[in-house]
Nanobody, 126 residues
Framework: QVQLVESGGKSVQAGGSLRLSCAAS???????????MGWFRQAPGKEREGVAF???????MYADSVKGRFTTSRDNTKRRLYLQMNTLETEDTAMYYC??????????????????WGQGTQVTVS
């Protein structure tokens, strides 16, 4: 059974940093490597939005709101996805989710089109 489990979310002060992780299980490292992985977030009262994506060739794409502050990376051997978040702002407060797509993905990829997604980890910036 494939699972994605996010971790690393917590409460931090504005200007601080956090590193989120998304651990994948249920498939081999070689299979994981072909998936495109994405990070989404959803703040209370707002729609879920794509934040960062990393394709199977490690090319990345970021929403304008986080460009230059967030960096996503992946370790295929560990089946891990990461989101390094720096210079956090109160507007970054949200539940953060990871998602796995077959083929390519990016800022226009609907969350619902993902093959797998996690349950989320809460980030609160004050």
């Amino acid at each position: 059974q494939v699972q994605l489990v996010e971790s690393g979310g917590k409460s931090v002060q504005a200007g601080g940093s956090l590193r989120l992780s998304c651990a994948a299980s249920g498939f081999t490292a070689s299979i994981y490597a072909i998936y495109c992985m994405g990070w989404f977030r959803q703040a209370p009262g707002k729609e879920r939005e794509g934040v960062a994506f990393i394709n199977n060739d490690s090319s990345t794409m970021y929403a304008d709101s986080v460009k230059g502050r967030f960096t996503t990376s992946r370790d295929n051997t560990k089946r891990r996805l990461y989101l390094q978040m720096n210079t956090l702002e109160t507007e970054d407060t949200a539940m953060y989710y990871c998602a796995a797509y077959v083929g390519n993905c990016g800022l226009t990829s609907p969350y619902g089109a993902a093959q797998y997604w996690g349950q989320g980890t809460q980030v609160t910036v004050s």
